[in-house]
């Protein structure tokens, strides 16, 4: 299955472009947010590409069809895997 870029509805701030960017290049959601967010502040170019990305890139679901067709192998859900395995007894 190749790589393809999208938008994530599901645990999105805002539009879901950081959390899409994110699982495409495999790192933390906290990690991309934080550098649009630097990009934003100090040259502008971090708002307006997020606007334009939040306009063009398409949606997983609509991509990927259904969750239950898609196994999801990002970064953010292997973490929620890792977090639903610990169990405090």
């Not at 790192?27 to 502008?44: E, K, P």
């Not at 609509?62 to 890792?82: A, L, M, P, V």
């Amino acid at each position: 299955m190749d790589k393809r870029l999208y938008k994530v509805r599901e645990g999105k701030m805002v539009a879901g472009v950081c959390l899409g960017l994110s699982e495409y290049f495999d790192i933390d959601v906290s990690i991309v947010r934080l550098a649009t967010a630097l990009l934003s502040l100090f040259y502008f170019t971090g708002l307006v590409m997020y606007i334009i990305a939040a306009i063009i890139l398409p949606w997983k679901e609509d991509i990927y069809g259904e969750k239950d067709n898609f196994k999801d192998n990002s970064f953010s859900q292997r973490q929620k895997e890792e977090d639903e395995d610990i169990t405090i007894e």
